[in-house]
Structures are given as structure tokens and as C-alpha cells.
DNA sequence: TTAACAGGTATCTTTTTTCATACCTAAACA
DNA sequence: TGTTTAGGTATGAAAAAAGATACCTGTTAA
């Protein structure tokens, strides 16, 4: 598969768009893809998110196959643990770029009067 | 410049979504990319985007400094033209790993299925 | 002098996202 | 047996983003 028109590539970014865009799914995706993280100590890092709306995004990544939902049961106590899933951590990578390029324009467009 | 916490990594990642997210954003700069353009012709390709939406769009990332607004006067008409900005540019390569990896996401969510 | 085109602005409505608040369930604990 | 912890759901309100529609301004073209 390639890109073959402009106006596939814009739906290609389209798609990515949706997975690391709006105003949690960069930061949930940052935070599991440094480690695997339980549902409140989430919501305890991205701070002002609620369970409801942490609960949607959480979700819709899973069903995405972005992360995998995963059950942890030991003899004391059951929880659950959100991890990148084995194609989910192909976005590290990208992650990385993202921040890469972000500290260039902060040079440019803040660094300079800042 | 870089990157001391987790925490400001996730600022970053927010800044560059600020830029390429949202509905028209990373369409308008993927077209201006291409090659300078002018207002209608953007209106036109982009399709369902109101005049009030391109205009407010733009005027945001002539802000961001990502593009300029050019006036061109020639002896028989007078347009605009908006071009990438010197450090605008530099989000080509950026939007191509998008895409890059977009297609990979692409193969793998829908690849095996359809 | 009037119409047409380019490049917009102004208002208001609709849709989508996010938030606030309250509540629920199962397991472990004391 | 009653409370705490973990991981949520339900409902409605508020805020943000996008759209529809109408209108404005300065050229050029007939």
C-alpha cells in the first residue's frame, strides 16, 4: 500500500489525527507508552480528565488496537493494567518526531522573544 | 532545548496537535505544503469548509507562523497567496512520517480484514 | 454602470467534546 | 458487617468547534 493521490494522504493524516488528537488521547498514549498504567494512576497523571471521559478514551484506543486491556489477578487482589499493544508501540517512534519537531517551533516561534 | 520531564514532553505533543489537529488544520497545511495556494482554490479543494472557517484557519497559523499570506499585485489583478513560511516548511517531513506511519496503522487495524 | 469574481466578515444554529456530579459493583480489609 | 479501594457508568450542563446563510469590499471585464 502507498500513497497514491493527495487527497489519500489526507485521509491517511485524517486517521492519525484522530488517534493522537484532541485534548487526551497524545497525553494517554505518552503516558502508557512509557510504561503500562492502571486506570486511576491515569487519571491521577493527566489530572483534570474524569473517569467518564478517561473511560471513553480508554475504549475507543482499545478498540482502535492501539493498547490492550489486561488483567492482573495474584491470590491478593485483581486490577487491571492498560499497556501499549504489540502494533500500539509502533507510535513511539512517531511520538518522538512530534516532540522533536515541537521543540524546533518552540524555538522559532517562542524562543526568539521569550 | 529538551526534553527534562514527561511532563513537558506531553506540553510539546499538545503544542504540535494544537497545529496539525482538529477537522482542517493538517488538510489546509498538507495543500499549502504542495504548493502555494489561494483562498478559493483551497475552498474549493478542501470541499465542505465555510469561507468563516478557512478564513479563521488561516489567519491561526499565519499566528503560529506557519504560512504567510502573500499579496500579489501583477498590472491586471491584485490576489493572495498562501505560501509555507521558512519555518513551515519544516513540518513536511514531519507530516510524512505521519503519513508513514498511518499506512503501516493502516495495514495492520484494517489490512487483515479487508 | 453594472455585473462578476476574489477574498473575505457577521450572526446565529447545530454538533461534538468535555466536565460536574452522583451513583454502581466487586473484591479485600478490619 | 461495614468500610475502603479500584474501576468504572449515567445523566445533564457547559463549552468549543464547525456549519449555514447572508452580506460586504475592492478590483477587473463587458
Redesign the interface.
Known sequence: ???KT?QQ??K??????D????KWR??IL??IC?KPRRFNELKSILGRITSATLSKELRYLEE??MIDRVEIRTETSSACEYRMSQ?GK??K???Q???E?????????L?EGV
Open positions: 500500500m502507498e500513497v493527495k494522504g489526507i491517511v493524516v485524517a486517521d492519525v489525527l488517534i493522537i488528537g484532541g497524545g497525553p505518552s503516558y512509557d482502535l488496537r502494533h509502533s507510535i517512534t512517531l511520538i518526531h512530534v516532540v519537531w515541537g521543540l524546533q517551533h518552540r524555538k522559532v516561534v524562543g
